[in-house]
């Protein structure tokens, strides 16, 4: 079987890393990459691809199978619908979209087209978070009670260079909660509320540094989340889940996400699963088994998952609908933080 031909638009780090990662994939090929700066030409070169400056040029005089949208937010909508135009399928970088609007934009044309569109949300494609996902649905921690989320870590100086990252939309929220949000989406289901309380009092930048939020699921589960991106801790999926090589290995197992049921308790990304062998009661000695499960690269896996939805053989783990809920869902923090109110995103933010 021939491999899927797959155009990358925008070379920047999240541009570069999609090709690599194509380049290791044995059911795709990077067929060319879209860029206007002039890096982005002598980077194709130096992969032996050929280059556009203007995407649309790539898109019609190619036409690949797929393409990967890793330009900045407020771009999305119009490369994903003019991927869309032609018949060809995307895999769009998180968030799906910089408004609300776009973001249904995005899905109501990929649906009304039946043309798929995918979100890199990468973490449902990790090993850990699938294991995860089923031992949930085969009931082993029985009616979700609460859950706890750890997302703290140190950003260096050097990172705020760049002056959006001091900017409101350039936080810790947007750029990294949303990936907690997916997650606790995919693995616990939706939710019905959030309130939160962000601060920046340690950088001062107009933007915040630290959050709390809590959320209250649909099923009456509630969420606490605790973010920090000037917090010098491990504590984090990204520090203690070993899927990417740009962070160092951690000295200990490190667990970042705590979820409590009527019939056992799970700890990620170590799957240590806590439960009782007997009687249910802290009186009770309580059983961890350590679940076992291979370690993958979730970014090569979410490669090879658009190689199968682009021949058919399987449906989008995320679309583009499941992503504009994400990222509705992750707006809804802000507006809480805003507001000093309880959020409904079903409700306050209809589109």
């Given at each position: 079987?021939?491999?899927?031909?797959?155009?990358?638009?925008?070379?920047?780090?999240?541009?570069?890393?999609?090709?690599?990662?194509?380049?290791?994939?044995?059911?795709?090929?990077?067929?060319?990459?879209?860029?206007?700066?002039?890096?982005?030409?002598?980077?194709?070169?130096?992969?032996?691809?050929?280059?556009?400056?203007?995407?649309?040029?790539?898109?019609?005089?190619?036409?690949?199978?797929?393409?990967?949208?890793?330009?900045?937010?407020?771009?999305?909508?119009?490369?994903?619908?003019?991927?869309?135009?032609?018949?060809?399928?995307?895999?769009?970088?998180?968030?799906?979209?910089?408004?609300?609007?776009?973001?249904?934009?995005?899905?109501?044309?990929?649906?009304?087209?039946?043309?798929?569109?995918?979100?890199?949300?990468?973490?449902?494609?990790?090993?850990?978070?699938?294991?995860?996902?089923?031992?949930?649905?085969?009931?082993?921690?029985?009616?979700?009670?609460?859950?706890?989320?750890?997302?703290?870590?140190?950003?260096?100086?050097?990172?705020?260079?760049?002056?959006?990252?001091?900017?409101?939309?350039?936080?810790?929220?947007?750029?990294?909660?949303?990936?907690?949000?997916?997650?606790?989406?995919?693995?616990?289901?939706?939710?019905?509320?959030?309130?939160?309380?962000?601060?920046?009092?340690?950088?001062?930048?107009?933007?915040?540094?630290?959050?709390?939020?809590?959320?209250?699921?649909?099923?009456?589960?509630?969420?606490?989340?605790?973010?920090?991106?000037?917090?010098?801790?491990?504590?984090?999926?990204?520090?203690?889940?070993?899927?990417?090589?740009?962070?160092?290995?951690?000295?200990?197992?490190?667990?970042?996400?705590?979820?409590?049921?009527?019939?056992?308790?799970?700890?990620?990304?170590?799957?240590?699963?806590?439960?009782?062998?007997?009687?249910?009661?802290?009186?009770?000695?309580?059983?961890?088994?350590?679940?076992?499960?291979?370690?993958?690269?979730?970014?090569?896996?979410?490669?090879?998952?658009?190689?199968?939805?682009?021949?058919?053989?399987?449906?989008?783990?995320?679309?583009?609908?499941?992503?504009?809920?994400?990222?509705?869902?992750?707006?809804?923090?802000?507006?809480?933080?805003?507001?000093?109110?309880?959020?409904?995103p079903d409700q306050e933010m209809e589109l």
């Amino acid at each position: 079987m021939s491999r899927v031909a797959v155009a990358v638009i925008g070379a920047g780090a999240i541009g570069r890393a999609h090709c690599e990662t194509i380049r290791r994939s044995e059911s795709c090929r990077l067929a060319a990459i879209a860029e206007p700066a002039a890096a982005g030409k002598t980077y194709a070169e130096s992969l032996g691809v050929p280059w556009y400056a203007d995407a649309r040029d790539l898109l019609g005089i190619m036409k690949p199978d797929a393409a990967i949208i890793a330009t900045p937010n407020a771009t999305h909508r119009e490369f994903a619908i003019a991927c869309i135009e032609r018949g060809i399928v995307a895999l769009v970088e998180k968030p799906i979209a910089s408004t609300l609007a776009d973001a249904a934009a995005i899905a109501a044309a990929s649906e009304r087209a039946g043309v798929a569109v995918l979100v890199g949300h990468h973490r449902r494609h990790n090993p850990i978070t699938r294991r995860a996902r089923s031992l949930i649905a085969e009931g082993a921690l029985g009616r979700l009670t609460s859950a706890t989320v750890l997302a703290t870590f140190y950003k260096p100086a050097d990172y705020f260079e760049v002056a959006w990252r001091r900017e409101p939309g350039g936080g810790p929220v947007l750029i990294n909660l949303i990936h907690e949000i997916d997650l606790v989406r995919h693995l616990c289901g939706e939710m019905a509320s959030v309130q939160a309380v962000v601060s920046n009092a340690v950088r001062g930048f107009d933007v915040e540094d630290s959050a709390a939020i809590l959320l209250r699921l649909a099923g009456g589960a509630l969420v606490t989340l605790s973010l920090s991106d000037t917090a010098a801790s491990p504590w984090s999926w990204d520090l203690a889940s070993g899927e990417s090589l740009n962070y160092p290995p951690q000295p200990a197992a490190v667990q970042t996400h705590f979820l409590s049921g009527t019939e056992g308790a799970l700890a990620l990304p170590t799957l240590d699963y806590w439960h009782y062998s007997s009687a249910k009661s802290w009186f009770a000695p309580i059983s961890r088994d350590s679940v076992g499960v291979e370690r993958g690269d979730p970014y090569l896996a979410q490669i090879d998952h658009l190689a199968r939805v682009v021949r058919g053989s399987e449906a989008p783990l995320i679309t583009a609908r499941d992503g504009m809920l994400t990222l509705r869902a992750t707006m809804a923090v802000h507006k809480a933080a805003k507001t000093g109110q309880i959020v409904r995103p079903d409700q306050e933010m209809e589109l």
